[in-house]
């Protein structure tokens, strides 16, 4: 039987631009089949979804999360104790709750040892881009997700391994991380030549490169190396934030995806010794909209991802939060929402299939109660989901709901 659906909304944006007298999305067998104005007829015998107020968008996409974390406190510890079963049950459990925020594709850029690949273009849960294990220097950050490297050959035996296991991206950790104890956020972990290896090796074989990056220094290595993407990019040294007029052009020019992996839920603030950490690497929340509006005023290539499933800050589900960050944080509207839908899509390599209003696109839709234009929490409030053409939840709440938007706080939280 041919699975035909309309959805309508007086208000729509195509992740792009707003639609400007809304829309009526029909959806056969899975693909969006035309997008018309919120006015006209529905074909005889379609099923029609529509909510009175609401907003229709792309689906969404995380563009940053990692599916093996179960979103709790010491969700990353816990990896390398989990037996395969116990691993599948998270990674089911978080797509399913991205899926309920509206979340509708993911970009996993974490896991443990390339559990996530087999769980790409599961039907009924979110479509998946994965990286596998990051790589990293043994010991080093998230070493304990099975990509820990020492040397040259065996830089290139994990690019190799990633090639082969079907990697849709190559994930490097080119500085220490902050939840891995033992590592430093200020310092690089890995040299200019060993960044271009990895590069220039998955370039080679047609793969993207995204790199972990908070110091300043590991940046600057990245963007040197030629990385499609940084994640975090928080520019940190000794001396506190520094985003050098160079570096900022260079980041613009190239076009490369900078991940900022804002947003997430309130949690009481840290004690003082970590509430003084987080001031030195920059991860308070006023001096990441600092952060942002000066990629924002310098042109710079944004995307929206979570980071979702790294700790109680980030239970899966949060996106719509990592949108509105940005939104505050001067990028507008127009471009957070398109953070997260037509500039996500291209930067995970979908751009011809997904986060777009448009014929011929996957139907992944979402309706949110409410004009996001007016009121950003309207995007936390999802009505209805559509994946592939299949009404699949509905009034369901989500994580950024439940818990509270982090965003214009001063609440303290910390990146992976």
Known sequence: MTARLAVRAERAFDGERWIRDGALVLAENGRIVAVEPATAPVPSGWQVVEHPGSTLLPGLIDAHVHLSGDGE???????????????????????????????TTV????????????WRNRPGLPAVVASGPPITVAGGHCANMGGGVSGTAQLRAAVEERVERGADVVKIMASGGVMTAGTDPFQPQFSLDELRLVVDQAHAAGLPVTAHAHALAAVELAVAAGVDGIEHCTCGSRDGFRLPAGLLNSLAALRIAVCPTLGGVRVPSPPPHLLEFLRGV?????????????????????????????????????????????????????????????VAADVCGLGRSKGRLRAGFDADLLLVDGDPSGDLTALTRPAAVVLAGQRVSGHAGSAAQDAGVLTGSTTAHARD
């Open 73 to 103: 406190s010491g969700a990353l510890d816990r990896l390398a104790d989990y037996r395969d079963a116990e691993l599948d049950s998270v990674v089911e459990t978080s797509l399913r709750a991205q899926l309920a925020a509206g979340v």
């Open 107 to 118: 970009r996993d850029l974490g896991c443990r040892r390339f559990a996530v690949l087999g």
């Open 282 to 342: 920059g991860l308070l929340p006023e001096q990441e909209r600092h952060r942002v509006a000066r990629f924002v005023e310098g042109g710079v290539r944004l995307v929206s991802g979570s980071d979702a499933g790294i700790g109680e800050f980030k239970p899966h589900g949060v996106l719509p939060t990592s949108i509105i960050a940005l939104a505050e944080a001067g990028a507008g509207l127009d471009a957070a929402l398109a953070s997260a839908t037509a």
